[in-house]
C-alpha cells in the first residue's frame, strides 16, 4: 500500500502563490512520473504538470510560466510552485503517482485532492 499526503492548498488572492506538496510513503518499488492534475467544478480532470525520472517536465499551456513542478526522489515527493495565481487557477488539485510494482506491474496512485481558491 502506497499513502499519498498532499499539503500547501489554500485561498489567496490573484497574483500571490502558493507551493503544493506531495508525500509518498509505504511500500514503493519506483515512480516513475510524478504529477499534478487539477479538477474545477463542472469540468473534467486535467493534467497542470508531470514530471518523469530524470526526464523533461511537461505543464498545460495555461499555467506554464506560472507554475513549476520538481521532485525529490530521496523524499518521494513531488512540489508544485504556483506563481501569479489566476481566479481559473481553482480547483481541487490532485497528485498523481505512475508507479512500478516490484514485478514490473505499472499501476496509479491518487491523492486525496486539496483545495485552492483564487479569489479577491
Known amino acids: 500500500q502506497v499513502q499519498l499526503v498532499e499539503s500547501g492548498g489554500g485561498l489567496v488572492q490573484p497574483g500571490e502563490s502558493l507551493r503544493l506538496s506531495c508525500a509518498a510513503s509505504?511500500?514503493?518499488?519506483?515512480?516513475?512520473?510524478m504529477g499534478w492534475y487539477r479538477q474545477a467544478p463542472g469540468k473534467q480532470r486535467e493534467l497542470v504538470a508531470s514530471?518523469?525520472?530524470?526526464?523533461?517536465?511537461n505543464y498545460a499551456d495555461s499555467v506554464k510560466g506560472r507554475f513549476t513542478v520538481s521532485r525529490d526522489n530521496a523524499k518521494n515527493t513531488v512540489y508544485l510552485q504556483m506563481n501569479s495565481l489566476k481566479p481559473e487557477d481553482t480547483a481541487v488539485y490532485y497528485c498523481?503517482?505512475?508507479?512500478?510494482?516490484?514485478?514490473?506491474?505499472?499501476?496509479?496512485?491518487w491523492g486525496q485532492g486539496i483545495q485552492v481558491t483564487v479569489s479577491s
Open positions: 498523481n503517482l505512475q508507479m512500478t510494482r516490484w514485478n514490473g506491474i505499472p499501476y496509479d496512485v
Open positions: 509505504g511500500s514503493i518499488f519506483s515512480i516513475n512520473v
Open positions: 514530471i518523469p525520472k530524470g526526464g523533461i517536465t
